[in-house]
């Protein structure tokens, strides 16, 4: 069973990873080149908006819950290959989708369940970020 404490300090980390996505998909649409990437260019900054919104919305837990929220900043990445700068998003979505999966649970487990609800809608714009960058790699 998890604890309060480790849930926040979870939360947190998590939330260091919605500022770097969001540092990263700005970064990464400013930097694709090409016609054949231009609608992915603009979706990459609606990306970068809502990770925004979710970073909010987990500093807003985590302060419920009693915690600090953090400031820091995960590890970002970049290329000058186009396709490798969407593989890279691609994995963080991927990552963030299980890690929102296994916080769903431990939100059951505490019955948190606006935590759990304020994660399962995360969760849902993680999976649409997953399926626009896979639909971008898969047309290029």
């Given at each position: 069973m998890i604890t309060k404490e480790e849930i926040i300090n979870l939360l947190n980390q998590d939330l260091t990873k919605e500022y770097s996505a969001a540092v990263q998909y700005i970064q990464h649409s400013a930097v694709l080149t090409g016609p054949s990437f231009q609608s992915i260019q603009k979706e990459l900054l609606i990306h970068a908006d809502e990770e925004i919104i979710h970073a909010k919305s987990l500093a807003n837990q985590i302060t419920f819950l009693?915690?600090?929220p953090t400031m820091d900043v995960s590890e970002r990445?970049?290329?000058n290959?186009?396709?490798?700068?969407?593989?890279?998003?691609?994995?963080?979505?991927?990552?963030?989708?299980?890690?929102?999966?296994?916080?769903?649970e431990q939100?059951?487990?505490?019955k948190e369940y606006g935590l759990r609800r304020a994660l399962e809608d995360i969760?849902?714009?993680?999976?649409?970020?997953?399926r626009d960058l896979q639909d971008a790699l898969e047309k290029n």
């Amino acid at each position: 069973m998890i604890t309060k404490e480790e849930i926040i300090n979870l939360l947190n980390q998590d939330l260091t990873k919605e500022y770097s996505a969001a540092v990263q998909y700005i970064q990464h649409s400013a930097v694709l080149t090409g016609p054949s990437f231009q609608s992915i260019q603009k979706e990459l900054l609606i990306h970068a908006d809502e990770e925004i919104i979710h970073a909010k919305s987990l500093a807003n837990q985590i302060t419920f819950l009693g915690g600090i929220p953090t400031m820091d900043v995960s590890e970002r990445f970049t290329s000058n290959e186009n396709i490798e700068l969407l593989k890279q998003d691609l994995k963080g979505e991927y990552d963030a989708i299980n890690r929102y999966k296994e916080r769903i649970e431990q939100a059951e487990q505490l019955k948190e369940y606006g935590l759990r609800r304020a994660l399962e809608d995360i969760l849902i714009i993680e999976e649409e970020h997953a399926r626009d960058l896979q639909d971008a790699l898969e047309k290029n």
